[in-house]
């Protein structure tokens, strides 16, 4: 069944047969654990005797190697032999309500659906009903592509958001009595994960009356307080992964012989794990900058000349130490701010009018212009304080703690400023990623 005006539909979504090891089943999503080859060696031993969806991705940290071509071919077979010998059994069509457990939460609930490609647009002003939240680096997409373009199934961990609030879509559908489909332990610290079918009228009929809601453009503008197109989804992991499936369907469409027909192709629509925003397992953490190779006065310097050019109004106070620095920011009531450890020195900086919603947004345009016009220094994301605070204490070095982004003006933030800077937030830790598990037919 399709949704069109919610961009979605009721997949026939693939899962292993009965009998089938789940534990070795399900990775994690291959983009974490970039610079542990370890990982992925003791994950392809464990999983070396068993169907697993590690046969059916190629982990990043193996992009540079020279067998990249044989490694995707391998993928491909492998995915063909599963359709093939009945490892995979397409489910009857209908979502799947997921509970997952991590080491930092007994719950976070999600929703496996399709969403609509035609619905989608990663480009800077998009007003789709699908938006991506940070910027789409265009040169992330081309080995995402080679990997998908000759795949017959998708497997995601894509990850999109939705803002309820009251939770109408998502939670109620825990009442339901839905039938269990799996229930097991992840690998590698990645917690437990339950699934559930739903595919009764009486469960979809209210969440499709609940996304309706939502979408609904004159509670829409209410909400936020904007007069423009609606927004429902908006990326949380997995954008780059989500915009090669935008890819690929562009492409299909430029070289389908019957435009009608191929409208109904499987690959006009992507698997992914709908969340809402305000589940409360679902935390937002601050990704923090370090600055090597500068001149502290010399920074602070092009910080002030910046903003002011832009009548921003930038101030800096040093302070003694980081819970000075923090006191001076819990006082301040106007514009922004964010805590600063300049070679050693701790400090505050405020901007009494931003032209950006958020304090992370301000800060990485300055720093976007600073590094171009300063090839030397280089910059790293940080997650977690400790880390910034060796490095900043550095000489030469410049740390940023930046604040955690607030979920009540996160949908407003992206329909007022567009997408946020790239690095701006993360979903948790690596372990806490979604999993491959669920597949679905797009040839």
């Not at 169907?51 to 190697?65: D, Q």
């Not at 229930?183 to 009228?201: M, N, S, T, V």
């Not at 819970?323 to 405020?350: I, K, N």
Request: hydrophobic fraction near 35%; aromatic fraction near 10%; include cysteine.
């Amino acid at each position: 069944m399709n949704y069109p005006a919610l961009g979605l539909q009721t997949p026939k979504i693939l899962l292993p047969k009965e009998g089938i090891d789940m534990h070795r089943w399900a990775v994690i999503a291959c983009d974490q654990y970039t610079s542990d080859e370890d990982y992925w060696q003791r994950l392809a031993t464990e999983t070396a005797n068993s169907p697993s969806t590690l046969k059916l991705i190629f982990p990043e940290v193996y992009l540079e190697s020279p067998d990249t071509d044989a490694r995707i071919a391998s993928i491909n077979q492998t995915m063909n032999e599963y359709l093939a010998d009945g490892t995979l059994v397409e489910q009857p069509a209908g979502f799947i309500l997921v509970d997952r457990k991590t080491a930092a939460t007994e719950s976070r609930k999600g929703l496996m659906v399709a969403l609509d490609l035609e619905h989608y647009d990663y480009n800077k002003g998009a007003s789709s009903l699908i938006r991506a939240t940070e910027g789409t680096i265009l040169d992330r997409l081309p080995p995402r592509i080679k990997v998908r373009n000759n795949a017959p199934i998708e497997l995601p961990h894509i990850m999109v958001l939705i803002d309820d609030p009251e939770k109408t879509v998502i939670e109620p559908l825990f009442d339901s009595n839905p039938e269990p489909l799996y229930d097991f332990e992840l690998q590698a610290g990645g917690g437990h994960i339950k699934g559930y079918r739903i595919d009764r009228p009486q469960q979809i009929d209210p969440l499709i009356a609940a996304l309706g809601e939502l979408a609904d453009p004159q509670n829409y503008q209410k909400r936020y307080q904007v007069n423009s197109e609606v927004m429902l989804y908006a990326m949380g992991d997995g954008n780059h992964s989500f915009a090669t499936a935008k890819a690929i369907w562009e492409q299909l469409k430029q070289e389908a012989d019957d435009p009608q027909a191929i409208m109904n192709h499987p690959a006009r629509f992507a698997l992914v794990e709908l969340v809402n925003l305000h589940d409360p397992g679902l935390e937002f953490e601050a990704i923090h900058r370090v600055l090597f190779n500068i001149n502290p006065a010399h920074l602070l310097q092009e910080m002030e000349s910046w903003f002011t050019a832009r009548n921003e109004q930038f101030s800096y106070t040093p302070c003694e130490t980081l819970d000075a620095a923090r006191s001076l920011a819990s006082r301040q009531t106007e514009g922004q701010g964010f805590c600063t450890l300049l070679a050693g020195r701790y400090g505050y900086c405020q901007i009494k009018s931003p032209r950006l919603t958020l304090d992370v947004a301000s800060l990485q345009a300055f720093l976007d212009h600073y590094l171009a016009e300063q090839p030397t220094t280089k910059i790293d994301y940080i997650h977690g304080e400790e880390a910034v605070t060796t490095l900043g204490a550095q000489a030469n070095n410049a740390g940023f703690y930046l604040p955690s982004i607030s979920k009540d003006n996160f949908f407003r933030t992206i329909i007022v400023d567009g997408a946020l800077p790239r690095k701006t937030f993360s979903m948790g830790e690596a372990d806490e990623k979604r999993f491959y598990l669920e597949c679905r037919k797009i040839k």
